[in-house]
Each structure stands twice: as structure tokens, then as C-alpha cells.
């Protein structure tokens, strides 16, 4: 299908039908623009999740900055289709397709998925088949893309072995670039997809499981190795990571592949100029990385085994990044992301400069991963001066005794003390987060959970009126790759005896709200993340049963599973189940950091309460994951794509703790009414999207906005009603004030230069009133376009349906689950057919184009850009808006159309005006100016 044709066909018979399909259209800010045709290689990064999760991945959007850096590659994303998106693809025949350009993914040259959770694997299934590309490696043709995975999950990727072409084990940065150099070479040098394999697998880091086979022995797992010795001599060899000895008879195919790792994290590595989502994410800020790694030794931690060592980026960089990203984007919060930013070196001094740099733009920062001993009162008031939101810690365990087992070295002292910081600082809620199940624990820990919150709760009622405490459990899954990788894990039903002792004990706590997991979920998680090669018919049956977004409470169905499990002869339970030390493990050949005799040494002194100090603080203790000057043992490196030199900033880091005070409106502060328009690029997203796209666009801007006041401090700004998602329009307002007076061209320019694609600016004009654009309106007018219903007929015919429908007291018709009683003979204000023949698109387009301040029936002016395409028949519709609600132009064409031949959202609706009464009553509306 060509792209043109696929987005015709999204435009007109899909979209509209689904729900947010502002997950699909793209139109983000700093997106670049390439043509497939001058470059050498196009690769999809996919994440298997919706698009407002997998934006908010720091990783993707890495990725996707390097590899579009490149001139001679091409980069575009694509997220996992949500269920009804999914269903009318299908239904359709449309396939899986990037959010850019609307391209098939089977055209791209690549598709590398993020591997980022267990349960995310059947939704990679469905990626594929709606790209029309073989679930399995083995049967793949030449002309298919390679699929290649990365993330945490590849450190065990043999669950997915069966389905990926390669994976990335460890950083992606350097080696995302290997992979493009090699295929863009294997591609010159006429090479099969076999022979680029056997080449991939000769790069540092990268594992192709078609080279490797499991040694079965006496019926039990006996190890993974490379094809050449799965049979005959040198098996054994291979088993131990052996890499001569495979190079010596199977070609450069290493016995175990070692985790791939940055050398540094730097400037250069890192999104400057940050692609912005027109539509609300899941985490909506600016993410800078601060450091890489952790040395804290959570004995249950994977992140924090599988990314040493500590790699913190230079302050000078982090600034940089701040300054740029925050003045490409307009993002309103600053996150500075690490496994545990509390424990980077130079925080106060760095949150004290981001605070002098930021406090009058109103920038908040945020830290999503603190540590309670290393949090006090100059953090509290660093990153609370702008906006206070909440505060999330993690004991995770209720006694000392067990919080020694896991390597937590926090006290209740320190827990508790960090609670009181925190209230007396202003906050008045925080999050505990704490894990079940972990291994030694006994009915006391769990007592012990009970009292730690009832005596946080205790701390905070002292400190805080109306303090919220939200305690979150989630029962502990073995990791690979960490101390308790050979743990047993809980059974669901022992999980759920321990969430409902919590529950009954902690219900007596009115300020506390509890939150658990789906025993089973973490069932299925457990098993995925501990299994070998034979869940891969497991996935792929789930998967053909109609199993997605397991990791979505309303979607997960463990009764798929169940039926998957049977089918391929599997018992889950048995990977639940404690692993022998002495045995292999179907990970064994792949190497994630820290070696076996090292995590066999901290499972002993877990079992012996026996604490493991930072080696940052104490000295090495040779987790064999550090080769000497602290560099990770497989560090790679190389230069990464320059890019475009971003603005100078505008001024010198400095690292001043001077208390800022806010400037409000002065005696010169002035009001404006904006005029805009949203245009096609933009008719799927919300209103409360286009308010964001307003916001950031003022933050771009630097327009001197007058803010509110308190704890979450945002522009005065004043919206006229919404359009319903779907629609265009011309007649969109808000108003704004300013501290100062400036002249309209310059509101106009610099506001504009800010907004997405798709929002215009159409004019400012000053303001003497203080009532609002909602406030005002009583009317809007729209052109109805491409009524499906109403093809076909006469004029005169449509004119009938019209009287009809004017006599109408009232109708139902349905709103989101639900139904709503409309009036159509008092909010149908005017509805007249425009034209229904041939000449049908040049009258709308008139009709369209009526220039604002004309009143309703005047002579049309000149068209708007980014007015929609117009097709017979057209309508013009003046629908009231009154304190009793409005009736939507949908309404109208479903009413219209009582047996509709297709279904009434399809129909094309363009606002032409927001009408206000003359004076003060129906008659003699006039448009809103």
C-alpha cells in the first residue's frame, strides 16, 4: 500500500473511530524530516506499548536522536496499536505503519523493539503480524526487515528467541551504530540475511540466537552454546565462555556474549533538542540523564547489577541540556533521571543552579529515584520551589532484619526522619514503596510493614494537616543476572494471603491508601523472566488466543496463559520454583556485568543479614563488572553523529543559592485575545492537548505571562469552548495576560513561532474585558462535510430530513459509555444545506472560508489554510451553547442519518465561528472577535 494511499485511508476510515487516535498521527515539534530515497538504511525503533508510555522512554527517544543524526540513515517510531486501533487495521487491511510518515513498517530495513518488560511480549507478536512479517526467525524471507531487541529484558532473551533476528545485550548507543554500519555493508557486499547474522554476531555485545542451540542431557537443560558444538567436542568449552575456541570452528560466534557498555555518558550522547508529543504523555517533562549505573547493591535489583559501573555526566553537560531542551520544548518540569539520582555527587550544588536559571520561568525539577538517607532539607527545598507534587521512597522491607537481607542500608531513624523533611518542607503526600515475598521473610516483616507506615503516619500528621500516605506492594520476582537469581518465588495464592494481611491491618489508617498487584501478573512475570527457549511456544499461543497489554489490569486474562501453558506442554509453575547454584541457568551465556562467583557471594551474605557497602565509598569488591579505572569490562565506544550547534546559553552556570521572587503584573500589564486555528495535522488531539501545545508554546515563547500563585503556579490563560476531537477549526480563542505591554506583530510572531504544526496563529487583539471567550459565547457555526448518510440524496430530500429534525424536542444520543438527552429544536439554531452536487467542494470552501467578523449568512471571504478537504454533501450547522450543555455537530449528522451506512464520527466538521449575542440576546449573533 503506498503511504499516500494508507493515510487516505487513516484519515477517512479509521481515526476517527477510535479511542486517543492522537496516538497515531505524529505532528510532534523537532521531529526531522528525511526522504527515504537519500539515505542508505531506514530503521523502525518499535515500542510494544502505547505511544504515551513509550514517549516517555528515555531510551527511544536516544535512539532515535543518534541514528537521525546520522545523514545516511533514516529513523521513525512506531507503538504498539491499542486494541480497537488494532481491530479496525485488521478489518481494514491496514498495516502496521510509523507515526512520521505513515511508511509500512515491513518497508523499513530494520525494527528494533525495546525489550523493557516481560509482559509486553505478546504485543511484540501482534506488531509483526500487523506488519505482515514472520513471527520467527527461521521463517523469514530475504526481502523482511530484521528485527532486533535491546532493553533489560534481552540480559534473558530466551523466552523471544524463537522470534528476533539479534539482540543488543547492555548500552545501545554505540551499538545501534555498529549495527547500521554493518548492515548498510552487508547490504554493498551482497550478503543473504544468514551471512549478515553470522557477521552481526561477531560485534561486541550482539547475540544471534539461530547460531545457538540448548544442550539437552538425560532429558534436563544442560546449557546454551553456539551451533557449531551443540553437538560432538568442544560443548563444554563453548559453555564456559570459551570465545577462541568457537572463532576457531564456527566463525567468530563467542561461547557467552558479554554485556555491551558505554565507556562515558556525555554531551554528545544525549537529545539536546528533545521531540515534543502533541498529545499529553505519561511522564510530560524534560528527562536529562545525570548518571548511569548504581552501586548500592539492592540484592534484588537488576537495573542496578546490569549497569555498573557509576557513570555520571560532567555538570557542565547536564546544564547544557537543560537550557537547550527546555528551549526547544517549553516542557514546564525538568527530571533528572538516574537509578539513584540522590547519590549524584554535585546534586545540591547542580539543583542550585538549575534553580537560578529556572524559578521565573516557573520550570520545576523533579527526582524520580531518592534514596532517604540522602535526602534532607536543602533537597527539599531544591526541588519544591517551583511546584510540589509527590515524594516516592522505597524501604522496601518492613524490619531491619530483612532491609539487611536485600542490601537496603536504610534504618527506620532515617525513613522516618526523611517523612518529617518532607512535610515540614511543604509536601502533603509521598509514596512508599515496599516488596513481598522477598526471600527469609517471615510473618514479623510483614508486621513490620504495618507499624513502619503507622509510624510515617504518625510523623506526618504532626507536620501536615491533611497528609496522604499511598503505600505501594508488589510482590518480589527474581531477577537474572542478581544475587537472588535463584530464589524461589511466592505462588499467587501465597502472594495473596500476604496483600490481604496487609489490607485488613492497614484499613484502620484513614490517610493511608493502599495499593497491590495481580498476584498473577507477577506469576506470569516471574515465569517470563526466568525461562528458556520453550516459552516461546507458550508466547506465541497466548499471543494467537488474543492475549495484549497483559501488563494493563483491564486487559490481563490469565486464563489465556493457563490454556497457552497446557497447550505447549509447560508447567509455569516449575520457574517459580528455587534454581540449584550448581546448576545451569538457561542465561548462562550471556554476560550481564557482575560475575557468578560475585552474586553467588552476596546470596550468602543476604542469607546472613550481612550488609555490602557502596564500593564508591568503601573500595572495589571485585563484582567482576569493572575492568581497572572503574570502566565496565566490555566498555565500548565511539564517536556519536554531530548535530547542529544549539544556541549558546544565555547565561553562566553559577551555582548561587539566591532566593528569586516572582514578578507579577505591573501597572503597564496588559490583556489579549488570541485567534487561532487547528488544522489537520492536529484534529485528533484534545482540547486539554492543544492547552498543553499553548503553554509550552508561551514557555518557548518568553512572553511575560502573568502567573497564579501556590504550590503549582501556571499562565493565566482563558479558553473559548472546545472543539470535539476530530474537528478543525478557525474561530479558536484564548486569552492571556501579560506583565507588560508589547506590540500585537510581536505576541503574534513569537507565540506562533512556538505552537505545533497544525496550530496557527490568526491574530491578537487587545482586551478591556475580563469575561472569557466561554464566557461569551452562545453560538458556533461549522460546515459539515462528507456525510456518509446523506449521499445520494436530493436537496430537497436533505432539506426534508432537516424540518423533521428541527421539530424535535428531544433525542438521545450516546456520549462515551453513557447516553445524553440533546434538544434539537432549540440548540439547532440554523441548519441549511450548502450544496450536494458536483460543485459541492468550491461552495464549502466558500462556506469555510468566511472571514472573521462576518456575520452567520453573510457573503464567505477567503478561505483559512489548513481548512479541511470538503466533499458532498456539506451542510452549514449555528448550534446554541447555553449553561444546559451543547449539542455537538456529531449529534446533528447521527440524528440526520437514522440508519447511517457508515458511522456518524467520519463525517468532516469545521468550525467556522464562535458567535456571541449582540445584545445579550439569540437574535443578531455576531462572531466572537
Known amino acids: 500500500m503506498h503511504m499516500s494511499e494508507l493515510l487516505e485511508r487513516l484519515e477517512r476510515e479509521v481515526l476517527p473511530l477510535v479511542a486517543r487516535p492522537s496516538r497515531y498521527t505524529g505532528g510532534e515539534r523537532n521531529v526531522p524530516r528525511k526522504n527515504p530515497a537519500d539515505v542508505d538504511l531506514s530503521f523502525l525503533l518499535a515500542f510494544p506499548d502505547v505511544y504515551e508510555i513509550g514517549m516517555s522512554h528515555l531510551g527511544i527517544r536516544m535512539l532515535y536522536d543518534i541514528l537521525n543524526r546520522r545523514p545516511d540513515v533514516l529513523a521513525e517510531r512506531v507503538f504498539a496499536p491499542w ?50 512479517v514472520a513471527l520467527r526467525t527461521a521463517d523469514r524471507g530475504e526481502d523482511e526487515p530484521l528485527i532486533i531487541g535491546g532493553g533489560p529484558c534481552a540480559l534473558n532473551p530466551e523466552p523471544m528467541a524463537a522470534f528476533f533476528d539479534l539482540f543488543v545485550i547492555g548500552d545501545g548507543e554505540s551499538a545501534v551504530l555498529d549495527i547500521a554500519d554493518l548492515v548498510i555493508a552487508a547490504r554493498g557486499d551482497g550478503l543473504s540475511r544468514a551471512e549478515t547474522l553470522v557477521r552481526a554476531a561477531a560485534l561486541p555485545g550482539v547475540y544471534v540466537p539461530a547460531l545457538y542451540d540448548e544442550r539437552i542431557e538425560n532429558g534436563l537443560y544442560a546449557g546454551t552454546v553456539p551451533r557449531a558444538f551443540a553437538q560432538g567436542d568442544g560443548a563444554d568449552d563453548a559453555a564456559s565462555g570459551d570465545a577462541a575456541s568457537s572463532e576457531s570452528r564456527g566463525g567468530e560466534i563467542p561461547g557467552r556474549v558479554h554485556r555491551r557498555a558505554e565507556r562515558s555518558i556525555d554531551y554528545a550522547g544525549h537529545p539536546s533538542v528533545p521531540v515534543v508529543p502533541v498529545t499529553e504523555t505519561t511522564h510530560d517533562r524534560l528527562a536529562v540523564e545525570i548518571m548511569r549505573g548504581c552501586t548500592r547493591g539492592c540484592r534484588f535489583c537488576q537495573p542496578g547489577m546490569i549497569t555498573r559501573p557509576v557513570r555520571p555526566r560532567p555538570t557542565e553537560d547536564i546544564i547544557r541540556l537543560v537550557d537547550e531542551g527546555l528551549a526547544a520544548s517549553g516542557y514546564h518540569e525538568v527530571s533528572l533521571v538516574s537509578l539513584s539520582t540522590s547519590d549524584f555527587d554535585d546534586l545540591p550544588e547542580l539543583i542550585s543552579c538549575l534553580n537560578e536559571r529556572l524559578f521565573d520561568k516557573r520550570v520545576s525539577i523533579s527526582l524520580p529515584s531518592l534514596r532517604v538517607d540522602r535526602f534532607g532539607l536543602e533537597l527539599a527545598d531544591g526541588i519544591g520551589k517551583v511546584r510540589r507534587a509527590g515524594l516516592t521512597f522505597a524501604p522496601e ?74 503505600v505501594s ?63 516461546s511456544e507458550v508466547v506465541e499461543t497466548a499471543f494467537r488466543a488474543g492475549a495484549r497489554f497483559d501488563g494493563w489490569t483491564e486487559m490481563f486474562d490469565f486464563g489465556r496463559w493457563r490454556r497457552a501453558f497446557e497447550l505447549a506442554g509447560v508447567s509455569p509453575e516449575s520457574f517459580l520454583e528455587a534454581r540449584d547454584p550448581d546448576g545451569p541457568l538457561p542465561w548462562d551465556h550471556i554476560d550481564g556485568g557482575p ?66 521572587k516572582v514578578r507579577q503584573a505591573d501597572a503597564n500589564g496588559t490583556r489579549w485575545r488570541v485567534r487561532y486555528s487547528k488544522g489537520a495535522a492536529v484534529r485528533f488531539i484534545s482540547h486539554l492537548d492543544i492547552v498543553r501545545a499553548v503553554l509550552r508554546a508561551l514557555a518557548i515563547s518568553e512572553l511575560p505571562v502573568v502567573y497564579t500563585q501556590g504550590f503549582n503556579p501556571h499562565p493565566k490563560l482563558s479558553f473559548g469552548p472546545p472543539l470535539p476531537v476530530g474537528a478543525t477549526g478557525e474561530a479558536e480563542f484564548f486569552d492571556l495576560e501579560l506583565t507588560r505591554a508589547l506590540a500585537m506583530e510581536e505576541i503574534e510572531a513569537k507565540l506562533g513561532a512556538g505552537l505545533p504544526e497544525g496550530l496557527r496563529v490568526l491574530s491578537v487583539s487587545a482586551l478591556t474585558s475580563k469575561r472569557s471567550p466561554s464566557a461569551i ?123 447511517p451506512a457508515a458511522p456518524p464520527e467520519l463525517a468532516r466538521i469545521h468550525r467556522t465561528a464562535l458567535l456571541r449575542g449582540a445584545s445579550g440576546g439569540r437574535a443578531g449573533l455576531e462572531p466572537v472577535r
Request: with cysteine; hydrophobic share 40%.
Open 397 to 470: 522491607a518492613g524490619t531491619q532484619r530483612l532491609r539487611d537481607v536485600v542490601n537496603k542500608n536504610e534504618t527506620e531513624e532515617s525513613i522516618l526522619r526523611t517523612v518529617d523533611v518532607a512535610f515540614a518542607s511543604g509536601w502533603n503526600r509521598i509514596k512508599l514503596y515496599f516488596m513481598i515475598g522477598l526471600p527469609t521473610e517471615t510473618e514479623e516483616d510483614l508486621e513490620g510493614i504495618v507499624r513502619l507506615v503507622s509510624k510515617v503516619t504518625s510523623v506526618a500528621r504532626k507536620r501536615k494537616k491533611g497528609a496522604r500516605i499511598r
Open 595 to 660: 560475575s557468578r562467583e560475585f552474586l553467588l557471594a552476596e546470596r550468602e551474605k543476604a542469607l546472613r543479614a550481612e550488609l555490602t557497602p557502596d564500593c564508591r565509598e568503601s573500595g572495589c569488591f571485585d563484582c567482576g563488572a569493572c575492568v581497572a579505572g572503574g570502566v565496565a569490562r566490555g566498555a565500548a565506544g565511539r564517536e556519536m553523529p554531530e548535530r547542529p550547534e544549539a544556541p549558546a546559553p544565555t547565561s553562566r552556570p553559577s551555582f548561587g543559592r539566591r532566593e528569586r
Open 473 to 535: 506492594v508488589s510482590p518480589f520476582v527474581p531477577r537474572t543476572h542478581t544475587p537472588f537469581q535463584w530464589e524461589r518465588q511466592d505462588t499467587s495464592d501465597e502472594t495473596r494471603r500476604k496483600e490481604t494481611f496487609l489490607r485488613e491491618r492497614l484499613r484502620r489508617e484513614r490517610s493511608v491508601k493502599l495499593a497491590t498487584r495481580d498476584p498473577e501478573v507477577s506469576f506470569l512475570e516471574g515465569v517470563m523472566a526466568r525461562g528458556g527457549r520453550s516459552l
Open 777 to 899: 459565547a452562545e453560538g458556533a457555526e461549522y460546515v459539515i462535510s462528507d456525510v456518509q448518510g446523506l449521499e445520494g440524496l436530493s436537496t430537497e430530500e436533505i432539506e426534508a430530513r432537516i424540518d423533521a429534525l428541527r421539530r424535535v424536542r428531544e433525542a438521545e444520543v450516546p456520549k462515551g459509555g453513557g447516553v445524553k438527552t440533546v434538544r434539537p429544536s432549540e440548540q439547532i439554531l440554523e441548519l441549511v444545506v450548502v450544496e450536494t452536487g458536483a460543485a459541492a467542494g468550491a461552495a464549502a470552501g466558500a462556506a469555510v472560508g468566511a472571514a472573521p467578523g462576518t456575520a452567520v449568512g453573510a457573503t464567505p471571504g477567503t478561505a483559512v489554510g489548513g481548512a479541511p478537504e470538503l466533499r458532498s454533501p456539506v451542510l452549514r450547522a449555528v448550534l446554541a451553547i447555553g449553561k444546559e450543555g451543547a449539542m455537538r455537530p456529531v449529534d446533528v449528522v447521527r440524528l440526520l442519518t437514522a440508519e
Open 83 to 132: 486494541t480497537d486501533m488494532e481491530g479496525l487495521m485488521r478489518e481494514k487491511g491496514v498495516p502496521l505503519f510509523s507515526i512520521e510518515s505513515q511508511r509500512p513498517a515491513r518497508d523499513f530495513d530494520v525494527i528494533g523493539f525495546t525489550l523493557q518488560y516481560e509482559l509486553h511480549y505478546t504485543n511484540i507478536l501482534m506488531m509483526l503480524d500487523l506488519a505482515s
